[in-house]
């Protein structure tokens, strides 16, 4: 059994279904290695995706936060998987 709750798939697969969600398009339209600025996602799309991802795991993980200081320097999908992913695992 691995450490994380959550697989890696299946974080990718929240943050992919979220971020569709916010910004209107389909999962299979969210490419993980694209940036959020390609995508379309300003600052507040991404204060959105943040609160959608602690509502989704905070049911499954207990306490679930993701820090202003750490949004800032996550420029993409993938980054914010690994983010995600890590925080889980820790």
């Known amino acids: 059994m691995s450490d994380s709750p959550l697989s890696r798939d299946a974080v990718t697969e929240l943050v992919k279904v979220q971020l569709a969600e916010i910004l209107e398009k389909s999962p299979s339209d969210i490419d993980p290695s694209a940036s959020f600025a390609s995508l379309g996602a300003d600052s507040l799309a991404l204060i959105e995706l943040v609160e959608a991802i602690e509502e989704q795991l905070t049911p499954i993980v207990g306490e ?5 200081e750490d949004l800032e320097g996550l420029t993409t ?14």
Do not use: G, N
């Open 64 to 68: 679930f936060h993701i820090d202003d």
């Open 77 to 90: 999908v993938q980054e914010a998987v690994d983010y995600v992913a890590a925080k889980l695992a820790a």
